[in-house]
């Protein structure tokens, strides 16, 4: 088992990285005296897959566990959803020590740590998540959120979970679109950050897309780890060190929001169209340094399977959709755009006629 620390003083949290760890839940959280009463939080396919493992090892530690089912999407992100849990959740908590348990992808992660945060002003939670997004990327560093109509993510808070466990065990039930889902996670990493996670990927696709156990434990681990050291730096998003992890989510959200998160692209899908729409910003302003780059984030894309153009989504509700963006600070946007692989810029101001010619090549053709 691999252990990695988040270091955040008091909010301080292990990452815990290996293969059959689900076992052993009931352990790791009783030895961080969250509660006598667990509240699992997850959709029917997962409680399927795992619920049965996860009540065996609770009940194996003392801990009493009550599971509440919500709709297996982006639809689990809204403001119904999280009123009608947070009802329930009150309505069960009497005379009980509760904490949150997450089980399951971002989806989950997001909408469980968002009323933990808010519930009695805050309750502890744990990310146990099921899908390769969910344990590169969204699990870590206490970003949770839903939805609003106009937008993702914009009702939200920073809240870090109590720890978080990684089964790499548990992606082999993953379907293949879901694991492409998550790689275009751990690509953003790649770029952002480390040529040599990107070389790997580059050289080692067709294992990882077999589900090779130790090149997933790879990838898990270094991302984890990437996104650890940058949370440590800037927590609570103020110092644009966080900033950088936003690459491709910019328009990738915008995507989502402008196919009125359907389903006709998952996060990691527009979130791949997104980075490669920075790059052509990043081309267009000419701030790149090395265009090979470029070349070699569109062939890694294409090899995972991902992606490059969104179809059936107009341009212009992409335009309008990212006008809402978090990032905007007054009528300036803010991009994070890759000027190479392993290093990035964050520009404010790139101009409407640029942005628009990038969103336009973005939903041209497919390809």
């Excluded at 744990?126 to 993702?152: C, E, N, R, Y």
Aim: charged share 25%; aromatic share 6%.
């Amino acid at each position: 088992m691999r252990r990695i620390r988040v270091g955040l003083k008091d909010r301080s949290y292990d990452i815990l990285i290996g293969r059959g760890l689900l076992k052993s839940l009931g352990l790791f959280v009783k030895k961080l005296k969250l509660g006598q009463d667990a509240i699992v939080v997850t959709n029917a396919r997962v409680f399927g897959l795992y619920g049965d493992a996860v009540k065996r090892s609770f009940k194996k530690s003392g801990i009493t566990v009550r599971f509440e089912i919500v709709p297996g999407s982006e639809k689990a992100k809204s403001v119904g959803v999280m009123a009608g849990l947070l009802d329930r959740i009150s309505r069960y908590d009497k005379i009980k020590k509760i904490f949150l348990v997450a089980l399951g992808g971002g989806v989950i992660g997001d909408l469980t740590g968002f009323v933990a945060a808010i519930y009695k002003r805050g309750i502890p939670y744990v990310q146990v998540p099921t899908t390769l997004l969910g344990q590169v990327d969204s699990s870590i560093g206490g970003k949770t959120a839903i939805d609003l109509s106009s937008a993702k993510n914009l009702a939200g808070a920073i809240y870090q979970p109590k720890m978080v466990l990684s089964d790499i065990a548990l992606l082999k039930s993953l379907p293949k679109r879901e694991l492409q889902n998550g790689l275009a996670e751990v690509i953003k990493y790649g770029v952002i950050k480390d040529r040599e996670l990107f070389s790997f990927l580059e050289n080692n696709i067709e294992k990882i897309l077999k589900q090779d156990p130790v090149a997933l434990e790879y990838i898990v681990s270094r991302s984890s780890e990437i996104k650890k050291t940058i949370v440590e730096k800037d927590e609570f998003d103020k110092k644009d060190v966080r900033a950088i992890l936003n690459f491709g989510h910019t328009l990738g959200h915008a995507i989502e929001a402008a196919s009125k998160y359907s389903g006709r692209y998952t996060h990691g899908e527009a979130v791949a169209i997104g980075m490669l729409a920075a790059s052509d910003i990043a081309m267009r302003s000419g701030v790149v340094q090395n265009i090979s780059d470029m070349i070699r984030l569109r062939r890694l894309i294409l090899s995972c399977g991902l992606p490059t153009k969104a179809v059936k989504v107009k341009p212009f509700d992409i335009w309008a959709a990212q006008l809402h963006d978090k990032k905007h600070s007054g009528l300036k946007n803010k991009f994070i755009l890759p000027l190479a692989i392993g290093k990035i810029g964050i520009f404010q101001g790139i101009t409407e006629k640029i942005l628009k010619l990038s969103i336009a090549e973005m939903v041209a053709n497919r390809s």
